[in-house]
């Protein structure tokens, strides 16, 4: 059934009254009639519109009526975009001039048959089912039954490279499956989305990674060779063995590791503290699970440059460093914003750090401290990549004991990790207190001193202010 929410209606009826007034017949099309007809909501609903001419005009004349933002999408082809807030909802209206004529023929320019269907705007302000008044001239409503994807036209990724990515991102949000010939379309047209820019490469990316099968659709696009084209800097990881601690090269590694982060996502994302902490967004939309499935890919990128053979062994000292650096050129090429790229460099910079503390014999309160410090906010992202690091290494040298030893040093850490948030330390001196004390200006030494005297506190060394005293003083004495 085709029945339209009140909400819906009640969101697209200025849209109509304002297209009628200016005889203008909207129709509307693709993925908001596929959702209703598999019964999916989304929170901040989206609709794509289409007119025969005049879409740009009377997309701003509409934003300007509605109070809304209004960004053109694509001049040549007359795409551009309404975003209206309504108390927490974000409503987003995409209108678009007809690609061909009459609408039949402009449906078969759609990406997929699931998305080629349509209705005539006025259409939907009922009660009434509307599956038979839709437009449906590519078999979309028998696609859906069957949960297939397919191209509407042999045209559409020559039309449109990003569909490419579109067709997997759909696969892994709605769990369909591909048609043979998009896959087979998809492999000879890959090269093309090389021209496509980075921000709509990104915005396909992060859509796998907010889904529990982007390990399916990493695999896909592995087996078609399309992620070296959306990520050079992963065909140099393929091929390049790690020695007898691990079983798989640094490629098959990276994917497994993602694998077993979606598997510790189940596991520990029932605990509602972490399934807060996973849902958090942090720009865009994009949640911190997505951009953690992306430090997992990126987490060992810097394996090639770093490789040694040191005694017949293999050895890629420092690749966490050199790991560092690719990962700060890729997050900048696909424009994501500062913490989104401050985030992905640190878990890829301090991803080894949990299994370093798993191995000492004792994890002290030094070095717990020291943990928690650098790595700040993404404390606990480092600790489940580090779990599913360890889980995706299964290699002759890797012991049972050592697993289990990781698995404890992890659960430790992240229960220390909340228990600190429920109760953070007040600092018993602060800025102020130093500069005063010791007829210090505002300088960098001021925050040297506080700094140690924040992890002397946390491991137990001082617990009053004469205290901190007399160990800011001996800092200070050891500074100048």
Not at 150 to 166: C, K, W
């Given at each position: ?61 509409l ?6 933002a ?6 040549q ?35 997929f ?13 009922t ?39 579109r ?37 396909e ?37 790690q ?30 503290n972490?399934?807060a902490y ?9 949640r ?21 053979h040191v ?18 050129l ?25 299994g370093?503390?798993?191995?000492c ?44 030893n ?12 909340f228990?600190?948030?429920a ?13 005063r ?28 202010k004469?205290?901190?005293f ?11």
């Amino acid at each position: 059934m085709l029945i339209f929410p009140k909400e819906y209606q009640d969101a697209l009826r200025p849209v109509h009254d304002f297209a009628r007034l200016r005889r203008k017949k909207l129709y509307l099309v693709g993925g908001i009639l596929r959702d209703l007809l598999i019964h999916r909501r989304k929170e901040n609903p989206d609709f794509d519109l289409c007119v025969k001419s005049g879409a740009l005009r009377l997309g701003k004349l509409l934003a300007d009526k509605m109070k809304a933002a209004f960004v053109v999408l694509d001049k040549q082809h007359g795409a551009c975009r309404i975003i209206k807030r309504s108390g927490a909802k974000i409503y987003t209206f995409d209108l678009t001039d007809f690609r061909a004529k009459p609408i039949e023929e402009d449906l078969k320019h759609r990406d997929f048959t699931i998305n080629s269907l349509a209705i005539p705007l006025g259409d939907v302000f009922t009660k009434a089912d509307l599956t038979q008044k839709l437009i449906d001239q590519y078999s979309g409503k028998a696609d859906l039954k069957k949960k297939i994807i397919r191209l509407t036209g042999r045209q559409s990724f020559v039309e449109d490279p990003l569909r490419i990515l579109r067709a997997f991102s759909f696969s892994s949000i709605l769990g369909f499956r591909l048609h043979a010939d998009l896959v087979k379309s998809a492999r000879v047209n890959k090269r093309k989305l090389a021209k496509v820019s980075a921000e709509r490469v990104r915005d396909e990316l992060f859509k796998v990674f907010d889904t529990p099968l982007a390990y399916q659709a990493l695999s896909a696009w592995d087996k078609l060779k399309i992620i070296d084209v959306i990520l050079p800097e992963i065909k140099p990881m393929r091929g390049i063995g790690q020695g007898p601690y691990h079983h798989l090269d640094v490629w098959q590694h990276t994917l497994e590791t993602v694998k077993q982060l979606e598997i510790v996502f189940k596991q520990l994302g029932k605990k509602e503290n972490i399934r807060a902490y996973l849902d958090q967004a942090i720009s865009g939309g994009r949640r911190r699970m997505a951009l953690l499935k992306f430090a997992a890919l990126l987490h060992d990128v810097g394996k090639p440059k770093a490789l040694r053979h040191v005694k017949k062994k293999i050895i890629f000292h420092g690749h966490e460093r050199v790991g560092l650096g690719l990962t700060r050129l890729i997050s900048r090429r696909l424009k994501l914003s500062n913490e989104e790229c401050y985030s992905l460099e640190r878990i890829v910079l301090w991803h080894l750090r949990p299994g370093y503390l798993a191995d000492c014999r004792t994890l002290t309160k030094k070095a717990r401290f020291r943990y928690f410090r650098d790595t700040g906010s993404d404390a606990l992202a480092v600790l489940l990549l580090s779990l599913a690091d360890q889980r995706a290494t299964k290699g002759p040298l890797t012991t049972a004991l050592s697993r289990i030893n990781h698995e404890k040093t992890a659960a430790k850490l992240i229960a220390e990790l909340f228990k600190k948030k429920a109760k953070k330390a007040v600092p018993l001196l602060n800025g102020h207190d130093i500069m005063r004390k010791f007829s210090l200006g505002s300088s960098p030494l001021v925050g040297k001193v506080l700094s140690e005297l924040e992890e002397l506190q946390a491991i137990g060394r001082i617990r009053s202010k004469e205290q901190a005293f007399k160990a800011a003083r001996q800092v200070i004495a050891n500074k100048k």
